[in-house]
């Protein structure tokens, strides 16, 4: 195990990872510190745990925007949206038509 020192949002915290993750969780500190002046302005610096949920909400945000509009990939609320107008489509081409 290794102990890696990360800083985020104005505060260093000591993570354990195992060996070969240290890499990782330091580009995870730079996707969290990208969004931390944010976080802090949000939460009015008052203190980290209030700051940490602020940056939690960030990125939850973006994550539920990515999973909503996938890059390089179709909606799925979009994908619905045609699906129901090809259902609407069809039901109006399976309709008689009436002469008048």
């Known amino acids: 195990m290794?102990?890696?020192?990360?800083?985020?949002?104005?505060?260093?915290y000591s993570i354990l990872a195992r060996d070969g993750e240290e890499?990782?969780?330091?580009?995870?500190?730079?996707?969290?510190?990208?969004?931390?002046?944010?976080?802090?302005?949000?939460?009015?610096?008052?203190?980290?745990?209030?700051?940490?949920?602020?940056?939690?909400?960030?990125?939850?945000?973006l994550l539920d925007e990515s999973e909503r509009n996938p890059p390089g990939g179709v909606s799925p609320v979009l994908l619905d949206r045609i699906a129901d107008?090809?259902?609407a489509v069809a039901a109006a081409l399976e309709e008689p038509v009436s002469n008048a």
């Open 2 to 12: 290794a102990d890696v020192n990360l800083s985020i949002a104005g505060r260093n």
């Open 23 to 61: 890499v990782h969780l330091r580009h995870l500190e730079g996707v969290l510190q990208k969004h931390a002046a944010t976080a802090l302005r949000a939460s009015g610096g008052l203190n980290s745990e209030r700051t940490l949920v602020y940056l939690a909400l960030i990125l939850a945000d």
């Open 85 to 87: 107008r090809l259902e």
